[in-house]
């Protein structure tokens, strides 16, 4: 596991995969930004975990950028809907942007396409 600290946290994680999970957080932008990109799955939590922890509680906007997510199973779901309803709990609102047809299929099947409107 890596991760990088300063103007925002990057872990790049492998365990066992070819494809890594790549989570970023950015507060450097105007909207700060949780990105995801690869396949998201149950390997990842530990990672989540640390990157989505790791966000100021002053954050009152965060954008969910999914547009280079490949593959999310029900564990990175689970997280996704974990952050959510933290996020809303703190008053933090949440949004996302668009994600591919294969991600957005497994959303609408899973019903949270909702949660993120």
Partial sequence: MKAETGRGMYVKY???REIMAEIKYHSSAEVPTLQIAGDFTESDNEVFQTVTGNIPAEEKELY???TE???IDSAGIGNL??????????????????A?????????V???TRMFE
């Avoid at 309803?85 to 942007?97: E, I, L, V």
């Fill in 14 to 16: 492998r365990k066992e």
């Fill in 100 to 108: 591919s047809s294969e991600v957005m299929r497994i959303f609408r």
């Fill in 110 to 112: 899973s019903g949270i």
């Fill in 81 to 98: 809907l974990r952050l959510k309803m933290n996020s809303h709990k703190t008053g933090r609102t949440m949004k996302m942007s668009e």
């Fill in 69 to 71: 997510l490949n593959y």
């Fill in 64 to 66: 969910l950028d999914l």
